[in-house]
């Protein structure tokens, strides 16, 4: 009896490549003229090289110009896999330095929409004059009126008092007179 469609459906689709991943680190199978030659598009292209210089040593023309088709296969391989890369990460850092600017020029809108919509600041009251024949208002204001006493208050009132130190004894020699003894 002959296999359903659906089990080579599955095969096949086991097979399908991911076309994001990375072509440069991807490894693959090469079947050769010699038998399969695994690994990254740069090894497979130098494996190719060697067995191609290795055909020209001993002299087999045919066996060298296939490996070097290989080689150069897998080459064009790894350029175009470079290129791609190389395009994507320049598109990526145009992308990036674009919204750096978008940025940049938000925040210098929102710097200038800030700046015109503040308020302004008010002029600074304009101070009267002092005459030397009153008395200064705040020292007959405190007294007539009920304001509560902070502590700020009464210490410029009281006098800091001196912390005191702690004096040595006087020292006294005993060697000078021996103390009479009584018995």
Excluded: C, W
């Excluded at 030659?37 to 290795?54: F, H, N, S």
């Excluded at 290129?83 to 210098?108: G, I, V």
Aim: proline share 9%; glycine share 2%.
């Amino acid at each position: 009896m002959r296999p359903s469609n659906k089990s080579r459906q599955r095969k096949n689709n086991n097979r399908r490549q991911n076309p994001n991943v990375n072509a440069v680190n991807r490894v693959f199978d090469s079947s050769g003229p010699s038998g399969k030659v695994r690994g990254t598009p740069q090894q497979i292209v130098e494996k190719y090289a060697a067995l191609a210089g290795d055909a020209t040593l001993a002299g087999d023309r045919v066996a060298a110009e296939n490996y070097q088709q290989h080689s150069e296969h897998y080459s064009r391989m790894l350029t175009a896999a470079l290129k791609e890369q190389a395009d994507k990460q320049a598109e990526h850092q145009k992308q990036q330095l674009a919204q750096q600017q978008a940025h940049q020029a938000r925040q210098q809108r929102e710097a200038s929409d800030k700046s015109r919509n503040a308020p302004a600041t008010p002029a600074p009251a304009p101070m009267p004059d002092i005459m030397d024949d009153q008395p200064p208002m705040a020292a007959v204001e405190t007294k007539d009126t009920d304001l509560v006493e902070t502590p700020e208050s009464s210490t410029a009132s009281k006098p800091k008092s001196r912390s005191r130190t702690r004096q040595a004894a006087p020292k006294t020699d005993n060697t000078a007179a021996p103390a009479p003894v009584s018995e």
